[in-house]
């Protein structure tokens, strides 16, 4: 991880994403840099487009403008499960968990990609299957290890407390193997004390698993703990960035979540 | 006397529900690994083997005359044959819309076009014609080479159009399609003069060569569904999951009107159109049924249980999710349409050698709705249910009902048309998960991956 010794190239380049729903300008120019081993977050305030990035960078949405770059390679128009399979993995702002199925399975379920066996192995059952099959159950109960989840590994995943539920998705989108980690509102209705240890468990998994993290968050005690550098948007366009301690300090970003001072208000 | 036989009819349907709970536990039966010096012995597959043996005998000898007594009568029998087609057609559409969650009304197509091709082959083949298997046979696996072939071409150019991928593989199949024709007619000449006609039967033509071109009829039935739903499904599957359905209604629709007409507008004149194909075979018999069923709950099960399986259970729960997990949604729905209505076809073609008689009013879309039923009666996505509600449901209407109704009068049988419906009723306002929701017994049973034990080694330490 000595990235200052070598000529670093970007992991994420995003360049001039713009996205219209209708007349809608949901985001507008938006770039962004990220390299290898980064953690950034995005923030802004409700409707300001960050989620509406995540998913045209996903290939959920089909950008109207811009390209994204993973490893200079240009993932527009890519299918969402090709670019998963280039590396990015993601979790979802309302949790989409598959919902009738275990929390083993919901993270096994990622591993499909990389399985290692086709249908025919399956049907037959053979060597191969069981042998791989071990494999992912593995990996998976590792992931889960990371997570502290094990002891709900049984459970069907629906009937998991909010907070955990959470971290089944982040476990699940690492289960993707992604060089890349898109995390939306991770944070979203955990309490303080959950927050703490989903800060050290983000930042635990950054450092074990050599991702690169993109978050998005409401909560400013996380950003601002987590974070090496945050992006601030509003209304589609982005208005600041720089690190958590220049952020706070930043004219526009204040006014973006409070308002345009007492006068204006008034 | 009435309640004799009611009680009786009862017995049957419990004794068959205990019968299909002792096979999927025999085919479960795991024992650990015994060492024999330094050899580790396996023994459960061979457990399992044996026990479907068993279960199979159980049954056969359940159907032998013994000097007159049979304790399965012919109508017995002939509700077991079809009651396992009824399974396969079930399941596959359980794994469509139980397990994929893709509404499907078109399973009762991919019947009827097993049952039809399948019967015709065993038809003419009887009848002196050996052009049914061969053209069939050669069709079928010329076009799923060419189908293959096409798919790993365009799987190295990214994102064709879906209709024109479509053109090309149609293209595909009808060029495999008239080779078939040729390559059949060139082959009737060596083939057809040991095959005599049904006055005097040739050497192929006697009981065993006569079961192999069953098994073969039947297994290229199935095939040639499942190229077909391949064919259909590739556009369609594209549409949500409400427009699939309708898409799948129409397609039974197609599938009725080609068989009322099968006569006139398709070139099959032994099929009759809409008086029916009379005079084949009855080849379906016990170890065939059983071994048809068997393998088709076999393999279903090992799909179900295995990453394919799961990606296709994660397109029902969250296709967007689904899609950021890597999970390529559009060919895993391909992939469980095509399954599905292969098991499909194979039912059609156990159904139609065990009847004998194919009438395009037995696949009108109105009967369609049976397995839809059957897999919502014994629970959506659940294996066990569907294969005890096949069973149960032919037992109980067409065994029990038709039974003790038709001893009241000849019309009341009627009756059971408005019978069930209210059963059905009944038990979606008292589970409306269906009748095992997802419970499953022994071999279907899913593994549950057991806790490790190092709470220690857990995570990172909290702060």
Same mark, same amino acid.
């Given at each position: 991880?000595? $990235? ?6 970007? /992991? =994420?380049? &995003?360049?001039? %994403?713009?996205? @219209? ?113 071990? $494999? ?6 590792? /992931? =889960?290890? &990371?997570?502290? %989840?094990?002891? @709900? ?114 | ?463």
């Amino acid at each position: 991880m000595n $990235e200052n010794s070598m000529e670093v190239l970007p /992991l =994420l380049e &995003v360049e001039g %994403l713009t996205k @219209f729903f209708g007349g809608l300008r949901a985001v507008n120019d938006f770039n962004m840099t990220i390299f290898k081993g980064e953690l950034v977050g995005l923030i802004g305030p409700n409707g300001a487009g960050k989620t509406t990035v995540f998913n045209q960078i996903t290939g959920i949405y089909l950008p109207t403008k811009g390209t994204v770059k993973l490893n200079g390679t240009n993932l527009v128009g890519f299918e969402p499960h090709e670019i998963t399979r280039a590396g990015i993995g993601r979790t979802f702002q309302n949790i989409r968990l598959f919902n009738g199925l275990s929390v083993l399975d919901n993270v096994r379920i990622a591993f499909h990609s990389s399985a290692g066996y086709n249908l025919l192995d399956s049907i037959l059952s053979n060597e191969r299957y069981s042998q791989k099959e071990r $494999e992912i159950t593995g990996q998976a109960q590792d /992931l =889960l290890d &990371v997570m502290k %989840l094990s002891r @709900f590994q049984n459970e069907i995943v629906k009937n998991l407390p909010y907070g955990e539920q959470r971290r089944v998705e982040i476990a699940r989108a690492m289960a993707c193997q992604p060089q890349l980690l898109l995390l939306d509102e991770p944070a979203a209705g955990m309490n303080p004390r959950e927050i703490i240890q989903l800060m050290d468990m983000i930042h635990f998994i950054r450092d074990n698993f050599k991702l690169t993290i993109l978050l998005i968050e409401h909560q400013m005690r996380v950003v601002m703990g987590i974070c090496e550098r945050i992006t601030v948007m509003d209304f589609g366009e982005i208005i600041a960035r720089g690190t958590p301690k220049e952020i706070q300090d930043n004219r526009l970003v204040i006014e973006a979540y409070l308002g345009k001072g007492a006068a204006n208000v008034a | 006397m009435e309640l004799k036989s009611i009680l009786f009819s009862l017995v049957k349907i419990i004794a068959v529900i205990a019968y299909l709970y002792g096979l999927l536990w025999v085919l479960g039966v795991k024992v650990p690994v015994i060492k024999v010096g330094s050899r580790k012995l396996n023994i459960s597959l061979l457990l399992n083997a044996v026990g479907a043996v068993v279960a199979f005998y159980v049954i056969q000898l359940a159907l032998t005359d013994f000097n007159g007594f049979k304790l399965l009568n012919s109508f017995d029998s002939g509700l077991l044959y079809q009651a396992c087609s009824m399974t396969m057609v079930a399941l596959g559409l359980n794994l469509i819309y139980g397990f994929n969650g893709q509404f499907s009304l078109g399973q009762w197509g991919f019947y009827g076009i097993g049952a039809y091709a399948a019967a015709d082959v065993t038809f003419r083949w009887m009848n002196g014609d050996s052009r049914g298997l061969t053209v069939l046979g050669i069709g079928v696996i010329l076009g799923g080479l060419t189908i293959l072939l096409i798919r790993k071409f365009l799987s190295n150019l990214r994102r064709m159009p879906v209709l024109s991928s479509f053109t090309l593989y149609l293209i595909g199949a009808v060029i495999a399609g008239v080779a078939a024709v040729f390559a059949g007619k060139f082959l009737a000449p060596f083939i057809d003069p040991y095959l005599g006609n049904s006055l005097e039967p040739g050497v192929l033509n006697q009981s065993f060569p006569m079961s192999i071109v069953f098994f073969f009829a039947v297994v290229f039935g199935g095939i040639f569904a499942a190229e077909v739903s391949f064919l259909f499904g590739l556009p369609v599957l594209s549409l949500g999951s409400d427009y699939f359905g309708i898409a799948t209604l129409g397609f039974s629709i197609v599938i009725y009107t080609l068989m009322v007409n099968s006569d006139t507008i398709l070139p099959f004149p032994e099929m009759k159109g809409g008086r029916g194909m009379i005079g084949i075979p009855k080849l379906t018999t016990w170890p065939w049924a059983f071994f048809f069923m068997l393998t088709v709950i076999i393999i279903m099960r090992n799909i179900i249980r295995s990453s394919t399986g799961r990606s296709i259970i994660s397109v029902r729960e969250d296709e967007i999710a689904a899609r950021s997990m890597g999970i390529d949604v559009a060919e895993t729905k391909l992939m469980s349409f095509v399954v599905g209505s292969l098991f499909a076809g194979l039912g059609g073609g156990v159904y139609a050698h065990y009847i004998g008689f194919l009438s395009p009013n037995a696949f009108d879309f109105l009967v369609g709705f049976n397995p839809l039923i059957i897999i919502v009666f014994g629970g959506l996505g659940s294996m066990t249910g569907t294969i005890t509600a096949a069973f149960g449901w032919i037992f109980f209407l067409e065994g029990m009902l038709r039974e003790i109704l038709g001893k009241i009068s000849p019309e009341a049988p009627s009756w059971r048309y408005v019978l069930y419906p209210l059963t059905l009723l009944l038990l979606m306002l008292v589970r409306p998960q269906g009748l095992l929701g997802n419970i499953e017994w022994g071999f279907l049973k899913a593994k549950i991956t057991p806790l490790r034990n190092n709470e220690t080694k857990e995570g990172v330490k909290t702060a």
